[in-house]
């Protein structure tokens, strides 16, 4: 499956965001649907999934409280709404996909084990 992520930019702390992910030629009834990220010299890390049949979701704690990743059964697209950003979120955010996983599970899934990934969407926060 192919992902395409919508939906960066920048934005003053405190502000929000909506990043939007979509499949294209497939649907995405099987797959646990989340978004990691990538700041400069960092590592790439989880930030939010949603298990698409169930709708059970599951954040890094990073996020908890500010993030939501919900979906759209009619777009067949997950969003991920960034409230209170902080410049510590600011990254490149990727699109990620999972077959017959869990929400939980993707959170702990090294990102090398990813079945597929979206290219990435930059978010600037600035203090």
């Known amino acids: 499956v192919q992902l395409q992520a919508y939906g960066g930019g920048l934005v003053q702390a405190g502000g929000s965001l909506r990043l939007s992910c979509a499949p294209s030629?497939?649907?995405?009834?099987?797959?646990?649907i989340g978004w990691f990220r990538q700041a400069p010299g960092k590592e790439r890390e989880f930030v939010a999934a949603i298990n698409w049949r169930h709708g059970s979701t599951y954040y890094a704690d990073s996020v908890k409280g500010r993030f939501t990743i919900f979906r759209d059964n009619v777009k067949n697209t997950v969003y991920l709404q960034m409230n209170n950003l902080k410049p510590e979120d600011t990254a490149v955010y990727y699109c990620a996909a999972n077959l017959l996983s869990t929400a939980q599970a993707m959170g702990l899934t090294a990102p090398t084990y990813i079945d597929y990934w979206g290219q990435g969407t930059l978010v600037t926060v600035s203090s």
């Open positions: 030629g497939r649907a995405f009834s099987t797959y646990t």
